[in-house]
Each structure stands twice: as structure tokens, then as C-alpha cells.
């Protein structure tokens, strides 16, 4: 059982920066792949970044290739994601998620409760 607590969302301007934290408790949490989604009001989920376990490989959607970076420290069962240039179709609830490595939303068992991310133009 692995248990995600997200943090670090907020308000911030367009072209600035937020780093999102995903704190993850359960002694498996370093097995895992871990994945970054986004819900947008009226939209379904969507894939913007995953990871594997050892940190050999990541993967990104097109819309944020080259903005945002994912990584993982699995000393502290933690994994962020540092969002530069923002731009307002970037807001969402950003979700992390740990599974398979994998894009889609099926092939992750545990979810955070997600943590709001405004960027205001």
C-alpha cells in the first residue's frame, strides 16, 4: 500500500515557475514508476510526465516537453515536478500517481488527492 500526499501548487503568473512535491509513505514507494496527470475543469485527466523507478527513464507529453521536469528521490519516497514557463493552459489539479511506467491512467494503483496549479495570463 502506498499512500501520495501532493504539495506546492498555488497562484502564479504566466512564464513563471512552481515545483510540485509528491510525498509517498510505504516501503514499496521505490518500486514503483510514478506518473504526474493534470485535470482541467470540464476536461478529463491527462498524462504530462512519468518516471521509473531507478530514475533511467522519463516521459513527457508534448505540451510540456522542454518546460517540466520530473525526478525522483526514492531516499526520501518523494518525487517532484519543476514546471518553468507556464503558460495559462497549464492550469489544473495536478495529480501523482504510482503504477507502471506507463501514459495512461489505468496502469496506476495509488493516487494523491491532487493540489491545484493557477497560472493567470
Known amino acids: 500500500q502506498v499512500q501520495l500526499v501532493e504539495s506546492g501548487g498555488g497562484l502564479v503568473q504566466a512564464g513563471g515557475s512552481l515545483r510540485l512535491s509528491c510525498a509517498g509513505s510505504?516501503?514499496?514507494?521505490?518500486?514503483?514508476?510514478m506518473g504526474w496527470f493534470r485535470q482541467a475543469p470540464g476536461k478529463e485527466r491527462e498524462f504530462v510526465a512519468t518516471?521509473?523507478?531507478?530514475?533511467?527513464?522519463?516521459s513527457y507529453t508534448d505540451s510540456v516537453k522542454g518546460r517540466f521536469t520530473i525526478s525522483r528521490d526514492n531516499a526520501k519516497n518523494t518525487v517532484y515536478l519543476q514546471m518553468n514557463s507556464l503558460k495559462p493552459e497549464d492550469t489544473a489539479v495536478y495529480y501523482c500517481a504510482a503504477g507502471t511506467w506507463s501514459m495512461y491512467t489505468r496502469d496506476y494503483l495509488y493516487w494523491g488527492q491532487g493540489t491545484q496549479v493557477t497560472v493567470s495570463s
Open positions: 518516471i521509473r523507478w531507478s530514475s533511467t527513464g522519463t
Open positions: 510505504g516501503r514499496s514507494f521505490s518500486s514503483y514508476a
